[in-house]
């Protein structure tokens, strides 16, 4: 497992230099902007310029894990074609070639000519990386690719992987456009802009649908002062079976436990008079507010990027992130899912959850968001939607504490409509 694990960050840094690279690089940038430029909508390189970094990066997962685990890469398949028509008319095929120089001809093919821009993109997709961590090679457990399923995402779009791994990145393109690196955090956590967007990298059991490895990557974590160049955060966890260990904190190597993370306050009957930290989205509908206000006060925060409102839990900046809606979908999710199992806490449905504790029953069994099926009738994207909401957290201890609270709230909340 540790060498899967291992290959998969490097697959997010490889993903996060292809976006830095896009934002940084004035030739690629400028593909991005003038993208939404009226005056330039016949230019089919143009308006397509998301879309062939979105397959771009798929193709790099597919050919690098292929290198790695030979034959493996046939199990890997995009719902995004990989065929581009450039302003000639020519149909191409894009793919990661066995060189540089030939990935760049290609390339220069689907951009119109433009040469610049294929070179850079090829050298972000050939680059050599290396990404050490000791921890990972501690991972002494073992779990066949056959009982693994795959996903890939590469930006904004669904795709399914029939066999392996599940695996998926997803940029807020947004963001990525738009994105600024001057916002002020509130306590260390940015409502939006580039520390926002982020690279995700989730593993399901294919027969228990359960997370067994996430990687959550920040392609513009940290700024050079001196090349004002962004660097890239990571975290990882790996959570299956008796063994829970990750980047933040190992809890756990090998079987042999050690203590979880707490949440910042001790778990005992003053629990439920401390104010929780909440993120959310501003999205949410307004008796979620309402009553995540009343719960929390001045600790409730909105952020940009389900995958970084999770990174937030994760981080311990607030004990849980609250969604009601139906617009998360599992490659949104089962990333820090992963990581928060290692961690002792983990991702549930909101509805069950809700319904339980309405119905003044116990959490006995965790209502965990599942990877392996889809929802019946359903179609598109919204098959693999997580249907009922979520909610994450970091402490088990304190989850019934705050549900409750929320619980009764809420109910206020509806009674207040009627």
């Known amino acids: 497992m540790s060498e899967i694990l291992h290959e998969l960050l490097l697959a997010s840094e490889k993903a996060a230099c292809i976006a830095r690279a896009c934002r940084e690089e004035e030739t690629l940038f400028q593909l991005l902007i003038e993208e939404k430029k009226e005056d330039e909508k016949n230019k089919k390189f143009l308006t397509d310029f ?56 290609l390339l220069q093919k689907v951009l119109d000519n433009n040469e610049p821009a ?38 904004e779009h669904t795709v399914y992987y029939e066999h392996a791994i599940f695996l998926y990145i997803k940029l807020f393109l947004n963001a990525f456009l738009t994105g600024s690196a001057d916002i002020t955090p509130t306590k260390g956590i940015y409502p939006k802009g580039l520390q926002c967007v982020t690279v995700l990298i989730g593993v399901y059991h294919i027969e228990t649908g359960l997370p067994v490895m996430g990687v959550v990557n920040q392609p513009f974590a940290i700024k050079d002062p001196t090349t004002n160049r962004w660097k890239s955060q990571w ?39 401390k104010s929780y930290g909440v993120i ?44 009601s809606e139906d617009t998360t979908f599992k490659w949104d999710s089962c990333a820090p899912h992963a990581i928060l199992k290692s961690l002792g806490g983990g991702m549930l449905d909101l509805s069950e959850c809700l319904k339980t504790v309405k119905q003044k029953k116990k959490l006995l069994d965790r209502p965990d968001l599942l990877y392996n099926s889809e929802i019946q009738g359903a179609v598109g994207a919204d098959k693999w939607a997580n249907k009922g909401g979520l909610v994450a957290y970091r402490s088990e201890e304190h989850l019934e504490w705050f549900l409750d609270l929320f619980v009764q709230h809420l109910q206020l909340q509806n009674e207040l409509h009627q």
């Open 280 to 323: 959310t989205s501003s999205a949410e509908t307004g008796d979620i507010l309402s009553s995540l206000t009343a719960v929390c006060g001045e600790n409730l925060y909105f952020a940009a990027g389900a995958g970084y409102k999770s990174l937030c839990v994760i981080q311990g900046l607030v004990d849980f992130y609250v969604f």
């Open 235 to 273: 975290y990882w966890g790996l959570s299956y079976k008796d063994t829970n260990i990750c980047s933040v904190q190992a809890s756990a190597i090998n079987g042999q436990t050690s203590s979880k993370l707490e949440c910042g306050f001790p778990a005992d009957a003053e629990c439920e008079k």
């Open 50 to 105: 998301k879309t062939l970094a979105d397959v771009l990066v798929q193709e790099v997962i597919k050919y690098d894990l292929g290198k790695k685990f030979p034959g493996f890469e046939k199990n890997v398949k995009g719902e995004e074609s990989n065929e581009f028509t450039n302003e000639l008319g020519e149909k191409i095929i894009v793919k990661v070639c066995p060189t540089e120089e030939e990935t760049a001809r």
């Open 118 to 155: 294929a070179k850079k993109l090829a050298q972000a997709v050939h680059q050599k990386l290396v990404v050490t961590d000791q921890n990972l090679d501690a991972i002494k457990v073992n779990i066949p690719l056959t009982e693994l399923a795959v996903w890939v995402d590469p930006i």
